[in-house]
């Protein structure tokens, strides 16, 4: 059964940084392309971050764009993203997703609030 658990998200203020990682079992991580998405109410699922099964191609949305920073340690199962300077816009519900071949697989997410 395969699993991607993510944690770290919570309450942040703005300007703040939270460190998010996905841990994944049941599935040949290092085969695996991953990648992170956000998700509201409002603009539904959008694509935060993307990282190649070998780690060495990273691509991110604009507005992510010298901000966050997605990473991967396949000896741990483990894909990271760095959020540093959040705006109250990134507060959202964020979820790790693997994909290799026409395999699509998503965590359940971790909720991330940019407050003050």
């Known amino acids: 059964q395969v699993q991607l658990v993510e944690s770290g998200g919570g309450l942040v203020q703005p300007g703040g940084s939270l460190r998010l990682s996905c841990a994944a079992s049941?599935?040949?991580?290092?085969?695996?392309?991953m990648s992170w998405y956000r998700q509201t109410p409002g603009k539904g699922r959008e694509l935060v971050a993307q990282?190649?099964?070998?780690?060495?191609?990273?691509s991110y949305a604009d507005s992510m764009k010298g901000r966050f920073t997605i990473s991967r340690d396949n000896a741990k199962n483990t894909v990271y993203l760095q959020m540093n300077s959040l705006k109250p816009e990134d507060t959202a519900v964020y979820l790790c997703?693997?994909?290799?071949?026409?395999?699509?697989?998503w965590g359940q997410g971790t909720q991330v609030t940019v407050s003050s």
């Open positions: 997703s693997a994909h290799r071949w026409l395999l699509r697989y």
């Open positions: 049941g599935l040949t991580f290092s085969d695996c392309a």
């Open positions: 990282i190649t099964a070998d780690g060495v191609t990273t």
